[in-house]
């Protein structure tokens, strides 16, 4: 890992020196030094260039960021560079008292298994004695009551200041799921997500947590802009199946967290593969590998790559969470994952 970091530095200078020879302006100055270039970050040789749109000449960008991401692709070890504003983080954003770490879980389409891979991982960070709860964000579709076994409507906290969140296996939970009937249809738009998501985190009593994890509604939305504008996040995880749709998906969202100032932890390659009952043999009905190319592609850590398990999703629909029962695989990975997210939260914090 000290390796890819030195390489990455070696990169970031070199591509900052060959962008040092853009001249602006009557007297010649650079880019580099007239502030224009913000910065240059390097994660395994994908390059992102950030632009500062406060001082860079906006009549010159639509020329300026083809050159610079050209100039960029040219030096050694840069597997791909692309030109973006440079991320600002709103300045509403505020912390949710008692909560550690808040990292979001996403995908760019539904079907992936997004809530599923939520769910088991709150319970492989509980395993570890972490303090964990999960928040359904997702208003078109809460999963979270039905995959912990939870059912009822949500109440208020006795002295009737904030909403209490349900408990299951040792993990908070927090649904717009405890707050409707199960037969009806949220319709939340534009002001009313933008008021009411935030209240689902600073009008919780969730106490003292190390980790909040987040189930996001799948694509982008009003959701996702409320949550980066109103609350601070450690990072958003990204899951996707192997097949190149759900990858090309993914990517757009990875893109809309990094325009929010929000870093991508890393990738959780979901239902990889099925392995045969009878000659233990793996199939690939999903595709293969797109999680290691997404995160290739956009330089960050691949987590995970988790198989297809028969009967998850019959446990799932009847409360039983995979690493609550012993002797399937997917326990062990959901607990090396748990190990995995743990690093790659703490860096970020440590970063931010």
Known sequence: MNQVKRTDDLIEDAVLAQLN??????NGESVVSEGHVYGVVSIDGVVRVLIDLDKAPLDDLEELAPLLGRLANEVEGVKRAVVKPRPKASKTRRPVPGIDRIVLVHSGKGGVGKSTVTANLALALAARGLRVGVLDADVYGPSQPVLFGLSGRAET?????KIAPMEALG???????FLMSNDQALVWRGSLVDEGIPQLFFDVDWGELDLLLVDMPPGTSDVHLAIAHRVEVAGVVTVSAPGQTSVQDVMRGVEMFADLAIPCLGVIENMAQVACPKCHGASHPFGAEGGRILAQTIGVPLLAVLPFETGLARRADTGKLCVSEDGLILGDAF??????LINSASEAKEEN
């Open 21 to 26: 020879r853009v001249t602006v302006g009557e």
């Open 157 to 161: 906290t006795q002295d009737g200041s």
């Open 171 to 177: 993990i908070k939970v927090m649904s717009l799921g």
């Open 335 to 340: 607990d090396d994952l748990a190990t995995q």
